[in-house]
Antibody, heavy 124, light 110 residues
Framework: EVQLLESGGGLVQPGGSLRLSCAAS????????MNWVRQAPGKGLEWVSV????????FYADSVKGRFTISRDDSKNTLYLQMNSLRGEDTALYYC?????????????????WGQGTTVTVSS | QSALTQPASVSGSPGQSITISCTGT?????????LSWYQQHPGKAPKLLIY???NRPSGVSNRFSGSKSGNTASLTISGLQAEDEADYYC??????????FGGGTKLTVL
């Protein structure tokens, strides 16, 4: 059974950077589109970004476009989120989530496998 | 990129049925069938309940059902159980290749 484990969260000052990782264990996530979804304390879910199954297509929410970069290394079964120019409103629990359908593209049917999240706090 | 609109809260008694609505626009819900629903218990990761408007993944109870009409999607939970008390979120693909979540609905089982 595939499990996802996020890491890399922590406390960072405004304007700083962090890189989150999401490692798959018990299997592979190759050829699945992978997402980052975040949840600010006491708030709802917010989709952040997706990378397609082939790794050659990336899409972002307007709130993070130009500041965050999603990438993947299928040889390491790991998904990444490089976060630059961090702001207070980026404070959240960040989840990685696998798309339901396998393929080299992105078919946004739903996200059926989620990690437990890693917490990012942006504060001075 | 406005979030989809859901009621903040709904409630029902055990055994009853409830419906949660999710309203968007022709650029998201009305334009695509990439509509999913998630259940989230406190302190837990979300769980996929419905994908592609009305399909249940393997292992999800048939008490959960989804539908769509125009720019509004709905999640119906029948035979309410205490364990259904949770937050529920809709999610839709939108023009410009982004995903939108609803604001979330807190379900209370009385």
């Amino acid at each position: 059974e595939v499990q996802l484990l996020e890491s890399g969260g922590g406390l960072v000052q405004p304007g700083g950077s962090l890189r989150l990782s999401c490692a798959a264990s018990g299997g592979t996530f190759s050829n699945y589109a992978m997402n980052w979804v975040r949840q600010a304390p006491g708030k709802g879910l917010e989709w952040v970004s997706v990378i397609n199954g082939g790794g050659d297509g990336t899409f972002y929410a307007d709130s993070v476009k130009g500041r965050f970069t999603i990438s993947r290394d299928d040889s390491k079964n790991t998904l990444y989120l490089q976060m630059n120019s961090l702001r207070g409103e980026d404070t959240a629990l960040y989840y990685c989530a696998r798309d339901f359908r396998r393929g080299s593209g992105w078919s946004p049917d739903g996200m059926d496998l989620w990690g437990q999240g890693t917490t990012v706090t942006v504060s001075s | 990129q406005s979030a989809l609109t859901q009621p903040a809260s709904v409630s029902g008694s055990p055994g009853q049925s409830i419906t949660i609505s999710c309203t968007g626009t022709s650029s998201d819900i009305g334009g695509y069938n990439y509509l999913s629903w998630y259940q989230q218990h406190p302190g837990k990761a979300p769980k996929l309940l419905i994908y592609d408007v009305s399909n249940r993944p393997s292992g999800v109870s048939n008490r959960f059902s989804g539908s769509k009409s125009g720019n509004t999607a709905s999640l119906t939970i029948s035979g309410l159980q205490a364990e259904d008390e949770a937050d529920y979120y809709c999610n839709s693909y939108s023009t410009n290749r982004i995903l939108l979540f609803g604001g979330g609905t807190k379900l209370t089982v009385l």
